[in-house]
C-alpha cells in the first residue's frame, strides 16, 4: 500500500470547479512531504494536456503526474468533497472523491497500483469513502480484510 | 498475444488498466502479456501488440495502429473489462 498518513487526508472540502479539487489532492500531498508545491500544477496540466481521462470510474480521479525531481517521496492523498465537480468526462462525472498519487519511478509502484485496483474493484469502496468522517474511517477502505 | 495499456503518463491510470486487465484475462481464460505505456511511447509499445486499451480522451491521439481499439469506461468493473476483451479476442 502506498502511504497515506494523516495529513494526506482531507474530507469535505470545497472546490470551486476541477482545477481547485486537483490542487487539493496536490496540497494534501505536500502536507504530507511526499511532492512539493509544483506537483499539485503538473497534475492539473496532465489534465490540460490530455483531458479528463483520471476520472477512472463513476466519481473517482486519480489525479497524478509523470515522476519527476518534485516528487521527494512516494505516497497518496485523498480529499473528498462536499460538493461533487465536473471533470468533464464523457461517462464518469461529477467526482466525489479525488485521490493524489506520486511516484519516483513507474515500475517501482506496480504492487501499491494493484492494491488500489483492488480496493476499489470493490464497488461499495466509493460511497464508504465519501461518507468517511476521519483519517481513520479512510485508512479502514484502503485497507480493508482480503485487499492486503 | 501482446496488450498494451496507455494514458498519458504511463504511471497511474494505465497501471490500474493493467491490474485489472490481466484479473478479466484470467477470469476468461486466455493468455496476454498486458503492459502499461504512456501516450508519447504508443507507437514503439504497441507496434506490436492484439489490442490497446484505453481510455475516451486517447482514441483520437493514438496514430495510426493494426491493433483492436478498446475503450473503458469504468477502470473497475471487471465485467465491462472483461466483456470487451472477450469481444475483441474471442
Given at each position: 500500500m502506498l502511504a497515506l498518513p494523516d495529513a494526506a487526508i482531507l474530507l469535505g472540502r470545497t472546490a470551486a470547479d476541477?482545477?481547485?479539487?486537483?490542487?487539493?489532492?496536490?496540497?494534501?500531498?505536500?502536507?504530507?512531504?511526499?511532492?512539493?508545491?509544483?506537483y499539485g500544477a503538473r497534475m492539473v496540466g496532465m489534465v490540460e494536456e490530455f483531458g479528463a481521462y483520471i476520472v477512472i470510474a463513476p466519481g473517482l480521479a486519480l489525479a497524478h503526474a509523470r515522476p519527476g525531481p518534485d516528487v521527494l517521496a512516494p505516497g497518496m492523498s485523498v480529499v473528498t468533497l462536499a460538493e461533487p465537480v465536473v471533470f468533464?468526462?464523457?461517462?464518469?462525472?461529477?467526482?466525489?472523491v479525488v485521490l493524489g498519487l506520486a511516484v519516483i519511478t513507474a515500475d517501482e509502484h506496480v504492487a501499491g497500483i494493484a492494491e488500489l485496483a483492488n480496493v476499489f474493484n470493490d464497488p461499495a469502496a466509493l460511497g464508504r469513502l465519501g461518507?468517511?468522517?476521519?483519517?481513520?474511517?479512510v485508512r479502514a477502505v484502503f485497507e480493508a480484510p482480503g485487499v492486503l | 498475444?501482446?496488450?498494451?495499456?496507455?494514458?498519458?503518463?504511463?504511471?497511474?491510470?494505465?497501471?490500474?488498466?493493467?491490474?485489472?486487465?490481466?484479473?478479466?484475462?484470467?477470469?476468461?481464460?486466455i493468455e496476454a502479456e498486458v503492459t502499461a505505456a504512456d501516450l508519447a511511447s504508443v507507437a514503439v509499445a504497441a507496434a506490436d501488440a492484439q489490442v490497446i486499451l484505453t481510455s475516451p480522451e486517447f482514441v483520437d491521439r493514438l496514430g495510426k495502429t493494426n491493433a483492436d481499439v478498446i475503450v473503458v469506461q469504468n477502470y473497475f468493473d471487471l465485467d465491462e473489462l472483461s466483456a470487451k476483451l472477450e469481444a475483441a479476442l474471442g
Open positions: 476541477w482545477r481547485g479539487a486537483v490542487l487539493l489532492a496536490g496540497e494534501a500531498l505536500q502536507a504530507a512531504g511526499f511532492v512539493q508545491q509544483s468533464g468526462h464523457p461517462y464518469n462525472d461529477p467526482v466525489s461518507a468517511a468522517r476521519s483519517a481513520a474511517d | 498475444m501482446k496488450i498494451v495499456a496507455i494514458c498519458g503518463a504511463g504511471v497511474g491510470t494505465s497501471g490500474i488498466l493493467k491490474v485489472n486487465a490481466e484479473r478479466a484475462l484470467a477470469r476468461l481464460d
